[in-house]
């Protein structure tokens, strides 16, 4: 009996001082986890330009998954991003972990200027606002290294059978504490709602659904 494809949860370390990344904590929460019948494998990356793509490359070779989703963290944001797309180039506001920070570069040469997620991005948002989970659709997943890993992770499966993109967590209250006015989410949500956007990814079939996801600005 062949075994089951898993499906490859990647997370990122910590950046810009902050002393924990809920993406990570979320993946790491879901490792070993069972999800619509897919053992959940997950994975951390380096926020870093560079080494991020070889530990993700290694990843995907290494446990060839049905499904690959990437978490990262955006600060200010109140609600679970899908990500609807990736765009070819890295533009960092601020260094890496590594210290670099490319300016204008492009991440694939010759590759599209986009890449957009293969996920059902607007079933995934309606599921988890049917569960209690703030979600919406995302037009951009910035310029630095979640964008990097989104685009490379999109280009390396474009063509393949195996469905792929980017979710965005926001702060978690301890990080934004010190930020009065910033919104959070607590973990134990941003788990919950991770594992639905897993179950949706894998069991939704046929078209995305056609409702309204897109933004004046």
Not at 38 to 44: C, D, E, G, K, S
Not at 148 to 162: N, P, T
């Amino acid at each position: 009996m062949a075994s089951t494809r898993p499906i490859l949860l990647t997370g990122f370390d910590p950046f810009g001082g902050e002393a924990v990344n809920p993406s990570w904590l979320v993946a790491r929460a879901l490792d070993g986890a069972t999800v619509a019948g897919r053992p959940v494998i997950a994975l951390r990356l380096p926020t870093e330009f560079r080494r991020s793509l070889r530990v993700l490359r290694t990843g995907l070779t290494r446990h060839a998954p049905a499904l690959v989703v990437a978490l990262g963290q955006a600060g200010g944001r109140a609600a679970l991003s899908i990500e609807r797309v990736a765009i070819n180039i890295d533009d960092a506001r601020i260094p890496d972990n590594a210290g670099a920070q490319p300016i204008d570069a492009t991440i694939v040469r010759g590759g599209p200027a986009a890449h957009f997620s293969t996920l059902p991005v607007k079933a995934i948002v309606a599921a988890l606002r049917a569960r209690g989970v703030p979600a919406v659709v995302s037009q951009s997943a910035g310029t630095f290294v979640c964008n990097h890993v989104f685009y490379a992770l999109q280009h390396a499966l474009a063509g393949s059978r195996v469905r792929s993109g980017f979710v965005h967590l926001p702060s978690l209250p301890e990080q934004a504490a010190p930020r009065p006015g910033e919104p959070s989410l607590a973990l134990a949500t941003m788990i919950d709602g991770v594992q639905e956007v897993l179950r949706v990814a894998v069991t939704h079939r046929g078209a995305d659904l056609r409702e309204i996801g897109g933004a004046v600005s």
